[in-house]
């Protein structure tokens, strides 16, 4: 499954590791603002996979399995090669921020414009440079700023390797969700490059507990296309099955929210989830969920008004 060579980067040799850094734009100095890459190659010929974290500047997570994965990776024993870049979004993380310096957002720029935004250079270097010629990807994010995931896979299951990349990961929870216009996964799946993104905890942290969780759905992706041989690392089970549909649970009313499930639960139609209760004190409603279903993640700041997202669920579960 080898489509071609990735670009532009300065590599390593068969059988090295190196860690390095691509010059994408200047900063307000006019230095160079440079992304840094791991670059694992095999001594071996074979897959080649890249792996990106914080696209969002403030979702760490994956940034720290990229650093246990760039450790128990052996470039004498692995086939094949992968880019693994542990912060996508330079600009963004510089300010702890989600967004690019200009309030955009990196995952809606996608394949990006070397002629354009500031953003959209960034997203065709990181294209050009890691993403082309590559046999798969793996995108790996936190929740937004005051909401925690339950780890889970979205990416576009209509998409026959995208499903086998999705199945071999076999997250504890997997969607049907094939992205919006301009991101990563929906615009590389587009022109046959199968991305999958892994969603887990928060933003701003460093959550040991779901990391654990990604390392192996990652370790079992590269066992799958025989890039590693691994005994300790178990298959994906035999059974695995994915949500067709994902939507919010969004408060009716004004007031402070208090979660009784958590993300992760099954749940039925018409169970309770939570409340709003007053400022007062006094229980203003329930918050009903209408159908059977799964929770994928929540809102974790109490303060809420109409509209605001309270729980992020899944519906109608099938085979993959
Ligand atoms: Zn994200």
Redesign the pocket.
Known sequence: MSLGTFHEISGAKPGETVRRWLPVNEDYFGFPQKVPYIHIRGVEKGTKGVIFAA??GD?LNGTRMIFELAEILDPQKLRGELLLLPITNVPAFFFQS?YLPDRRDL?RLFPGDDEGSEGSRLASRLWHSFLEGADFGLDL??A?YNRWNFPHIRGNMRSERVRFIARAFSAPIIIHSQGVAGSLRREATKRNIPVILF?AGQANRFEGDVGQIGLMGILRVLKRLEMIDNGTIPDEPDRVTYFKRSSWLRAQKGGLFLPQAQPGDRVKAGEILGEIRSVLGEKLCDIVVEREGRILGFNLHPQVIPGRALYHLCYDEAEL
């Open positions: 696209v969002h979702e989600r995952n994010h936190s937004s969603e």
